[in-house]
T-cell receptor, first 115, second 113 residues
């Protein structure tokens, strides 16, 4: 594809419901990242996938958060039993290979609002 | 793990003046330092990066300097223009271990006409 694609672009959900956020990386990119950006804040690392290696989950804030990457391409970030503090923009990024050799390209993000 | 500190959090300069944003990092093994620009409501985009084998890199009005000994790097924007107004993020990454990008907290730059 032309770039990293995320869906949905906006999601409003009720507190306690589960949500799934999707990321389609650039074709051929082996590295994929999820970040969270709260309003006016920086980029909080969540999880990192690189090829067939075990993902780096060190940034996931709680066990309500999980992510998978199927077939080394599409990734889904799942948030269970959503809380109001989960409201943020969730950004996905991909790169051709492991850093530091290549640029990371970001998707447009999914704005999650928990009401 | 790596920790990146970025200063200042907000910066306001007159159009035509220079702007400098500074970052420090903790992991001496870090060797890749990109800078991203995020305009309001848009995704972060790479504007310049530097690797540890060089001390400075320039691209038109923007430049980045790296001091590995002190573990800090800076973004310099000269002859600032209104379109430079955005949030700027620095980041650091190593070639070892997880290799993930660790970002600074961001600097909101405002160019006053």
């Amino acid at each position: 594809g032309a770039g990293v694609s995320q869906s949905p672009s906006n999601k409003v959900t009720e507190k306690g419901k589960d949500v799934e956020l999707r990321c389609d990386p650039i074709s051929g990119h082996t590295a994929l990242y999820w970040y969270r950006q709260s309003l006016g804040q920086g980029l909080e690392f969540l999880i990192y996938f690189q090829g067939n290696s075990a993902p780096d989950k060190s940034g996931l804030p709680s066990d309500r958060f999980s992510a998978e990457r199927t077939g080394g391409s599409v990734s889904t970030l799942t948030i269970q039993r959503t809380q109001q503090e989960d409201s943020a923009v969730y950004l996905c990024a991909s790169s051709l290979g492991s850093l530091p050799n290549t640029e990371a390209f970001f998707g447009q993000g999914t704005r999650l609002t928990v009401v | 793990g790596e920790n990146v500190e970025q200063h200042p959090s907000t910066l306001s300069v007159q159009e035509g003046d220079s702007a400098v944003i500074k970052c420090t990092y903790s992991d001496s093994a870090s060797n890749y330092f990109p800078w991203y620009k995020q305009e309001l409501g848009k995704r972060p985009q790479l504007i310049i990066d530097i690797r540890s084998n060089v001390g400075e890199k320039k691209d038109q009005r923007i430049a980045v300097t790296l001091n590995k000994t002190a573990k800090h790097f800076s973004l310099h924007i000269t002859e600032t223009q209104p379109e430079d107004s955005a949030v700027y993020f620095c980041a650091a990454s190593t070639a070892q271990g997880a290799q993930k990008l660790v970002f600074g907290q961001g600097t909101r730059l405002t160019i006053n006409p």
